[in-house]
């Protein structure tokens, strides 16, 4: 059993920051990849961010130059996501995702909301 543990969340002016991290605990000694996706009411899931233990990162096109993620250490079980100058479009839940294998199952955080606003 995977279980991910997310912080980071909380409320910021337009044009602030935050940083989000998730730790993976419990089964994980095979991690692919890890990342973020997000969700406001009524729209659908949306990529922010992912990373791979062999690759370079890739994010979702709303996001690409102001966010940034990266594994917290070399254990790489942990990632942390950078955000810069957030805009209230970034408001939403961020879930905190793990992908054991390729095209496998993936475990999901209970998410941790980000507001922004003024």
């Known amino acids: 059993q995977v279980q991910l543990a997310e912080s980071g969340g909380g409320l910021v002016q337009p044009g602030g920051s935050l940083t989000l991290s998730c730790v993976a605990s419990?089964?994980?000694?095979?991690?692919?990849?890890m990342g973020w996706y997000r969700r406001v009411p009524g729209k659908q899931r949306e990529l922010v961010a992912r990373?791979?233990?062999?690759?370079?990162?890739?994010y979702g096109n709303s996001v690409k130059g102001r966010f940034s993620i990266s594994w917290k250490d070399n254990t790489k079980n942990a990632v942390d996501l950078q955000m810069d100058n957030l805009n209230s479009d970034d408001t939403a839940v961020y879930y905190c995702?793990?992908?054991?294998?390729?095209?496998?199952?993936?475990?999901w955080g209970r998410g941790t909301q980000v507001t922004v606003s003024s």
């Open positions: 419990g089964s994980t000694t095979s991690i692919y990849a």
């Open positions: 995702h793990l992908e054991p294998v390729p095209a496998g199952v993936i475990h």
């Open positions: 990373i791979r233990r062999d690759a370079r990162p890739n």
